[in-house]
């Protein structure tokens, strides 16, 4: 199975902040990995799909970037309702594989 | 408006089943798969499988092989997940998701979740 490791784990952010999430894939997964973003008790809402395409209705501030085995996610200038669980998913191959998250907190 | 609704929670006691449903509304639910995925209390996300509505195909996480089945009814649009022989381990939020698979193996739309508990 493919590994996906998130850095970090937490991160402590101020409103308006630039904000990167890196996210490993333990082999290349092309640009076939996807960022969500879920609040507590909520479904994921998925941000962007391969790799750096916007899912429609998604604010521009989300932005992905790379491909191989090493991935961003940046949010620019941090919003109060960006304060939420970043997950990661690759869809190279089967199984399917999330990171274990990273947590955006108020600063 | 896309839409996935899944059944309501539910409490089983250990070594029994539970079936859930998701219903899809508002798009061609033929065309499109459903992964399931799974989050335990304070945990991250699991990908447990997928189905293709199309032609009942299916890829099963590995932990899950032998005790998961997943089925749909495309008459009515809806997917099913059963789970068998539960633990305390199972209890966990479970999801449905749009997923057309392979390399469109994206979740675009999820249903609400269902609350599965496993408690003797």
């Known amino acids: 199975d493919i590994q996906m490791t998130q850095s970090p784990s937490t991160l402590s952010a101020s409103l308006r902040d630039r904000v990167t999430i890196t996210c490993r894939a333990s082999q290349s997964i092309s640009s076939w990995l996807a960022w969500y973003q879920q609040k507590p008790g909520k479904a994921p809402k998925l941000l962007i799909y391969?790799?750096?395409t916007l899912q429609g209705g998604v604010s521009s501030r989300f932005s992905g970037s790379g491909s191989g085995t090493e991935f961003t996610l940046t949010i620019r200038s941090l919003q109060p309702d960006d304060y939420a669980t970043y997950y990661c998913?690759?869809?190279?191959?089967?199984?399917?594989?999330f990171g274990q998250g990273t947590k955006v907190d108020i600063k | 408006q896309i839409q996935l609704v899944q059944s309501g929670g539910e409490v089983k006691k250990p070594g029994a089943s539970v079936k859930v449903s998701c219903k899809g509304s508002y798009y061609s639910f033929n065309n499109y798969g459903i992964s399931w995925v799974r989050q335990a209390p304070g945990q991250g996300l699991e990908w447990m499988g997928w189905i293709s509505a199309n032609d009942g195909d299916t890829r099963y996480a590995q932990n899950f092989q032998g005790r998961l089945t997943m089925t749909t009814d495309t008459s009515t649009s809806t997917a099913y997940m059963e789970l068998r022989s539960l633990t305390s381990d199972d209890t966990a939020l479970y999801f449905c998701?749009?997923?057309?698979?392979?390399?469109?193996?994206?979740?675009?739309?999820w249903g609400q979740g269902t609350r599965v508990i496993v408690s003797s």
């Open positions: 391969k790799a750096s």
């Open positions: 998913q690759q869809y190279d191959s089967y199984p399917w594989t």
């Open positions: 998701a749009r997923d057309f698979g392979g390399y469109y193996g994206h979740l675009d739309f």
